[in-house]
């Protein structure tokens, strides 16, 4: 965009603007009737006692700034001058005579004359070259001069500064520019005071009369060079001391915007003052204008119902206007028009999408209570919720749905004609299965159908609930069979939600790794305690003073940490070799008590399957049997992460760090305890000892025993569906139960006797302990994912959960809870979960792929068991047998990807490409470092020029006086 | 919602839109919430110029310890009052939406108490004061607090924080986009 370009819309916004404050019906006039317009004629005659009280209430909050900066003024000759150009404004043949200076002065006020300017192209440059003075420092951000720009709201970091004064100086109130260069130096106060009894003159005016005095006279006026001193320094410079008696003297109260002067400031702060923010009014202003002056092209439509009213329509008529169409079309495609577009489809996405949000009063609640962080949490319920949601209605509608839908409805039917005897085995296995089942089921009494319902025994056993009933359908189109392949459907879905798991999980933590990251080993730890510290969502008093406490405690904590830390610096060998001991004893304890927390579970596992197949327990006690793993597992993670906060403080770690490590144990013993769950399952029921591979164990299970007694295992898959199930059962009871029995009581005590009672008191109110919460939640996420293959009920179950959750620890929250002393910081721990979210889906996904890939599946239940007649059968088989149908080059396609020859050269491009990665991020720490030191480096040269500033400006004032 | 629809026409809705981080839904709902500050004068007007004691009785503000600053800063006047425009264009700055740039200079006005373009030590003083409330901090312990921070933040040597030092620490302080904001 050409200078002038930019200069001619920059002053036509401006001229509009001005109007408007006049009262001017901008909308008539036309650009070129703007342009052409004689301003003298036009413009009425301006009182000037009332624009400038006007003015004088506008700005009454504005301090005066900069103005010793000014070039010395002769008083007594500025207002003669003055006095005698405004005479002579008034008639409009005598202002034409000196207009030269005056559209020096003007042009900021009279954009009209300067637009004749560039249109005779007779502007004088010469006060303006030599400087990178843009007019008024106003100029649009490019492309806005001649297309509608894509967004409005870049204007919130571009465009021109706040407060582009309207302030109307009428013409010939300012003195000539050449006889002000050639006075003589005199008090600055004079002029100033004289600036205050009469008009201000625009500083750019100022300026640019004092590049003048350097360029005509040769002198140089130190005030011209750095005329911003006062700006950027802070300290008690002598330009300070000037300014701040000047002030005294009385103009404190002299108006002068403070935009007003960014001619006088360095290019940079001017370059940071013209990026200020604008407020609304003025966005909104510029859009108007925008609109006015670039408004919608008609349609084509539009156009011809005008042709049409007009009368008569000639062929040429039709030509023009679609001509015309297709130009303004052409046009705005090619300009900024389409990321408009895309802007306002964006809007209008998210109009959409706000129409399905949910539990946002909520969240406001609880931000408004404990701050960010603790909604975070909830948030992170609620999009576990959704993620939940949609692995439920893949596995719905890819699974159930068609297995309910479609015929036809006992395994042995679905199997086709032509190779039953190749299925005997699992025909068998099957038909045992069944009888024994349905044997079960009849002699049940109503207390064991409840039991089961706590178990997933019995009648649920064979339901839709798990893996163990589906078997292939078949639809029938007109008269063509079709298979419904259930064990591709199965692997699809499965691989479907775990493929879509992975991508929100990805998309969720790179979110937030994008703010956390980096800044993890460089984080400005007091800067973000003060200037982030203030959660701005909190609206409540108590929770006011909750969160000023806890900035309090923290700066406080942090100090005394810093200080421990420079104390730590000096601590002697001694010490430092028995805190390490400490470290490494404490280290060894807390492995020890995992691995006895991990024995613990194995056992008892072990155990509930060996008291299993014991015939003579009542089923309460079998109820219980059933359990003991479960109430294990649940015990030890309530009680573990406790001894390890308590063990942690004897590390004398950095508070942040220690918490940190706590909860890192914490997760540990989470994630390890379902996996040693797992494998002693393996181990009890599908692995094989190489040496008897005949005594125990048929139809792909090790418990397969061939007699009618209760509590069998006949189907591997659906025992470990059901595993799973009991755990997400009794983590569901547990933590409601933890509320409703532990909290609520204490919460109501504490209410009642809390100031009576000392031990009640001591004891105090529940705090809410947000990672532990969180911790609490992405383990019933793992377990989810890893029983969505066995139940494909589960995700159900956890959707349920979350739904339940999130009300319960709502209520808990705002209603029995109490904020932590010190809580942690929201943006690390954001990713810390995610990451641990992320970890626990691979873990579960690693297992369940490794089952799916070597073991082979039951042959008396699930899709599975109709490959039981081939050798060393796996689940996977359903998809290999797949592509065998496939046309050749398909086929090839797909057997090529499993090859090495496919597998090596992918992974060496991935490191290459994590390489080249991290190349860049290197690069870019480089690039960072480099501009700090430039940025501490021009400090220092501002320093140093400024201290030379000052001193020659003491050498100036000791020569004059 | 069919009340506050008629209060703006389309067109202002969509100009609205144009200039801020919100939808249209959310323009309504915050000119809900400017109404229920003073029921009175906004029916009267809608552009009713609410004073800074009117303003504060919205309950983020009224706890906010910058609350004086932030209506200063967000008043087109710059006396504290704020029409609806003003109310807007705060809560727009505010919202989840705002990119963090934008915020960030918001944060450097707000903390900027003397209004002199810099984060002066005065300043920072004024801020640690105003977060902690009753409980000060000692001598010892803020003179501790203020080396810390401008030795993190204060790249030039100048004992004060200008504003570009400022987006640059604010660029190692992961938390503030998190906690600059006010949910509708």
Redesign the interface.
Known sequence: MSYGKLFEENSRRKLAKKRRELGDDVSTSSDSELVNRRPKSETPPVDVSKLRKERDKKYQ???LELLETSSSVDFDRWRKDHTTEQSASSSPDSDRNNTRERRQLKFKSQPEEIEEFELSHSWDHRMYDGREHRPRASAPPLGFDDQPGP???RD??SGPPVGEPLMDYDEGRYPDVDRQRQMPSSSRDDSARYYRGSQMPPSDYRNDMENNNIRDNGEIQLSDVFPSIN?????GTLIRHRRKSSRKGGFGEVDYDSEEDDGNTLPS?RA?QRN??K???E??LE??EEKRTHPRPKTLAEKYHDLRNKGTITAGDVATIVRESTLTRMHTLSGTTESKAWHKFQ?RK??FL?RFTIW?GT??EV??QY??AAM?YFRFIKWLMFLNIYIMIIMFCVITVPYLALAPYTFNSSLTDANVSGYREAIECTTEYEIYHSNLTETESIGQQVLDLLQGTGWMERRILFYGVYYNKTYTSGDETYTYNMGLAYMLAFGGCFLLSFLLIVKNASKNVK??LG?AE???????M????????????K???VK??N??TD??AE?HD?RKEWRRQKRSGVENVKLYAIRFLINLLVLALLGGALYLITFTAEQMIELQNQKNLSEIVELLVQYIPFVTITVLNAVLPIIFQKLVQFEDYRYEFGFKLTLARAILLRLASPIALIAILYKELIERPDDDSSSSGQCGNKQWISDSSRGRIMCWETYFGQQLYKLVLLDLIVETGIIFFMQVPRWYLNKKYGKTSKLVKLVGPQEFDLPQSVVDIIYTQSICWLGMFFSPLIPFMTFVKCVLFFWVKKLAVLKINVPQERPI????SNSLFMLVLLLSFIIAAGLLGYMIGTIPPSQSCGPYRVYSNQTGAVMFNVVTNTVQNWPTEARDVFEFLGTVGFFIPVVILLVLLMYYYWLRGQGYKKTEELL?EQ??M???D??YLLDRVNEVLTQNADLLS | MGGSQSVFSEQELSDYQELTYFTKKEILHVFKRFQTLDPDSVERDKNAKLNRETILKLPELQVNPFNDRITTVFSSAGDGCMTFEDFLDMMSVFSDNAPKNVKVEYAFRIYDFDEDDVISGKDLREVINRLTGEQALNDEEMEQLIQNILEEADLDDDDSLSFAEFEHVISKAPDFINSFRIRL
């Open positions: 909050s504005q301090p967004s409005r709201r919130y970091q700006k950027s320094d802070g300290k702060q940071i200020r923010t407020s609304i009014k966005r909104k859009l108007e809007i998210k109009a706000d946002a969240l406001k931000e408004g701050g960010t975070t703010v956390s800044s460089t984080m400005a730890v007091y800067s973000n003060i200037f982030s510290g203030w959660d701005f969502c909190i609206n409540q008093r929770a006011a003073k000023r406490k900035i309090f700066i406080q100090l810093q910081k929201t943006s690390g700090q940025l501490k021009e400090g220092r501002k320093k």
